[in-house]
Every structure is written in C-alpha cells, then in structure tokens.
C-alpha cells in the first residue's frame, strides 16, 4: 500500500472514530523534519498520544493507546 493511501487509511480512521489530530508533514515543513530528528526519530509516521508514541502504524496499539480497546 503506498504512503499516501496509508496517511489517508490512519485519517479516516480517527475521523471515525471522532478524533482530533494534527497533522504534520516533514516533506513540506522542514522544522517538523529537524522536530523529529531531534526528539531522535529517523522513521514516519511518528504518533503521539498523551506520553504515549509509536512509530509506524497499527490499528489495534492506536486503538489501546486510545484506550478504545484492541
């Protein structure tokens, strides 16, 4: 699956769940690019809930971190 139809697989899916998020894009916003880096990430997506973060995407961990069961 590409990147572009898994950014928008992980939109709908806090859409549906009535989620609010930001989004941040390292290809259009340098200083979100240097953000991560410095936080000591090399990989995307980055997602971040309460002190929570996982890198990559699962829908069940988003879920657990969600606290919306697996």
Do not use: H, Q, W
């Not at 690019?33 to 699962?58: C, H, Q, W």
């Amino acid at each position: 699956m590409s990147d572009a139809r898994l950014a928008s697989k992980r939109r709908n899916s806090f859409a549906a769940n009535k989620i609010d998020f930001i989004e941040k894009s390292i290809a259009n916003d340098p200083a979100t690019r240097d953000e991560l880096i410095n936080l000591g990430y090399r990989a995307v997506p980055v997602i971040k809930v309460g002190g929570e973060t996982m890198v990559g995407f699962s829908a069940p961990k988003l879920r657990k971190m969600l606290g919306l069961g697996a």
